[in-house]
């Protein structure tokens, strides 16, 4: 059984860093691209990031790139997402999702979320 | 980026009813469509990719097609757990990019 699970959210003022987290496990990690996708008040659902299942090829909306870095460790099954110079409009829920294939770019599973709150 | 928009924003459907769902590209998509289902407080479903490709487990009530810039997702007869939000999402070209959802509620 497939389960995804974030953590690293909360509140954090504009300008600061935050690291999201994502647990993965029920399927061959390894094997499957892996993304964050926000949901937020103005934009709906936003994909944010993608990363290769060989931990090396990445590709990121451009609201976030030079700003964000996703990142993963085969080797625990987790994914990352650092966050930099934060502003107001990155405040949503973000979800870590496992792609349906190794790169087919559609998302089969995703976790319960995590708030990432930008405010003074 | 290719911008995608559905239509309608919401719909007022009853049980039994059939529902349609439309999603326009602003270019070409090719088959590469997915659509998701979500309920509030809760992360999204996949339904169908590919444009027209079941996810495991979804019932065979809800279909979809289409190609290029033109995509339908339909629900043949609507149940009681389909009221939902419904976002179709294209995978041709990054930025991946998804619609801005309709809303099917009860009438």
């Known amino acids: 059984q497939v389960y995804l699970e974030e953590s690293g959210g909360g509140v954090v003022q504009p300008g600061n860093s935050l690291r999201l987290s994502c647990a993965a496990s029920g399927f061959a990690f390894e094997k499957y691209g892996m993304h964050w996708v926000r949901q937020t008040p103005g934009k709906g659902l936003e994909w944010v990031a993608f990363i290769f299942p060989d931990e090396h090829k990445k590709r990121y909306s451009d609201a976030v790139t030079g700003r964000f870095t996703i990142s993963r460790d085969n080797s625990k099954n987790t994914m990352d997402l650092q966050m930099k110079s934060l502003r107001a409009d990155d405040t949503g829920v973000y979800y870590c999702a496992k792609d349906v294939r190794e790169t087919l770019l559609a998302f089969d599973y995703w976790g319960k979320g995590t708030l990432v709150s930008v405010s003074s | 980026d290719i911008q995608m928009t559905q239509s309608p924003s919401t719909v007022s459907a009853s049980v039994g009813d059939r529902v349609t769902i439309s999603c326009r590209a602003s270019q070409d998509a090719d088959s590469w469509l997915a659509w998701y289902q979500q309920k509030p407080g809760r992360a999204p479903k996949l339904l169908i990719f590919r444009s027209s490709t079941l996810h495991d487990g979804v019932p065979s009530r809800f279909s979809g097609s289409g190609s290029g810039t033109d995509f339908t997702l339909t629900i043949s007869s609507l149940q009681p757990d389909d009221f939902a939000t419904y976002y179709c999402?294209?995978?041709?070209?990054?930025?991946?990019?998804f619609g801005g959802g309709t809303r099917v509620d009860i009438k």
């Open positions: 999402q294209q995978y041709n070209l990054f930025p991946l990019t």
